[in-house]
C-alpha cells in the first residue's frame, strides 16, 4: 500500500531561518506529489504540486519543493521563513487512481 | 465564491448513536473525496466519487460507513452505530476534473465526538 512519512512532526523556527521539511513516500511507479497547507482556522489548501519535468518546482509564499526520485523524497523548502508561515503542511502522494495519500503532517511555528 | 460547505461544524454524540455528515461541493466540481482526521494523525483517506461513476469505497473502515452523493453534488457520509474511535474531524474536498491531479478545495471540516 502507498504510504507517505514526514518526518518531524513538530518544528520550530525563528524568523528569518531556513525551513525544510522532509517526505518519503513508499510507492516505487510514477507518481504526482503535492503539499498542502493549513492555516490556523483555515481550511487545507494546496501548496505546489509534481507532475513531471523540473524536480524542483515552485510554489505560492517562496516554497519550494524537490523531488528525488532515487531517495523517493519530495522535501519542502523555504529559504527565509516569516511568522506568516505558522501552519501545518502535508504531503501527499497521488500514485494510482485517484486516491490521494496523505502524510501525518508537520506542525510549523515561527517564533517572531 | 462560495467554498465547499460541510455541516454540522461539530457533533457530539452517544455511541451506538447514527451520525450523518453533509458536504456541499463547490458549484460545478466533479470530484468530491472524503478524509478522516483523527488527532496526530494524517489525513486518512474514506471515499471518493466522480461524476455519475461508482464510487472508489476503499477507504471505509467498516461497513458502519457509507456514503451518497445526490444527483452529483451534495453528498452525505453516515456513520451508523458509532464508536467512541470514529471520533475525528471528518473533512470534505472537491475537484474540478479527474480526481487527484486538480487541486483539491477542502472545507472546514465536521468534527465528531462520541462519547
Known amino acids: 500500500a502507498q504510504s507517505v512519512s514526514q518526518h518531524n512532526h513538530h518544528v520550530i523556527l525563528s524568523e528569518a531561518a531556513s525551513l525544510e521539511l522532509g517526505c518519503n513516500y513508499s510507492y516505487g511507479g510514477t507518481v504526482n506529489l503535492f503539499w498542502y497547507v493549513q492555516y490556523p482556522g483555515q481550511h487545507l489548501q494546496l501548496l505546489l504540486k509534481?507532475?513531471?519535468?523540473?524536480?524542483l518546482v515552485k510554489g505560492i509564499k517562496g516554497f519550494e519543493a524537490e523531488f528525488i526520485k532515487s531517495k523517493f523524497s519530495f522535501n519542502l523548502r523555504k529559504p527565509s521563513v516569516q511568522w506568516s508561515d505558522t501552519a501545518e503542511y502535508f504531503c501527499a502522494v497521488n500514485a494510482r487512481g485517484n486516491k490521494l495519500v496523505f502524510g501525518a503532517g508537520t506542525i510549523l511555528r515561527v517564533k517572531s | 465564491g462560495a467554498g465547499v460547505s460541510q455541516s454540522p461544524s461539530n457533533k457530539v454524540t452517544e455511541k451506538g448513536k447514527d451520525v450523518e455528515l453533509r458536504c456541499d461541493p463547490i458549484?460545478?466540481?466533479?470530484?468530491l473525496y472524503w478524509y478522516r482526521q483523527s488527532l496526530g494523525q494524517g489525513l486518512e483517506f474514506l471515499i471518493y466519487?466522480?461524476?455519475?461513476?461508482?464510487?472508489?469505497k476503499s477507504g471505509l473502515p467498516s461497513d458502519r460507513f457509507s456514503a451518497e452523493r445526490t444527483g452529483g453534488s451534495v453528498s452525505t457520509l453516515t456513520i451508523q452505530r458509532t464508536q467512541q474511535e470514529d471520533s475525528a474531524v471528518y473533512l470534505c474536498a472537491s475537484s474540478m476534473g479527474q480526481g487527484a491531479l486538480s487541486p483539491l478545495h477542502f472545507g472546514n471540516g465536521t468534527r465528531l465526538t462520541v462519547t
Open positions: 458549484s460545478g466540481h466533479t470530484a
Open positions: 509534481y507532475f513531471s519535468g523540473d524536480p
Open positions: 466519487f466522480q461524476g455519475n461513476s461508482a464510487p472508489d
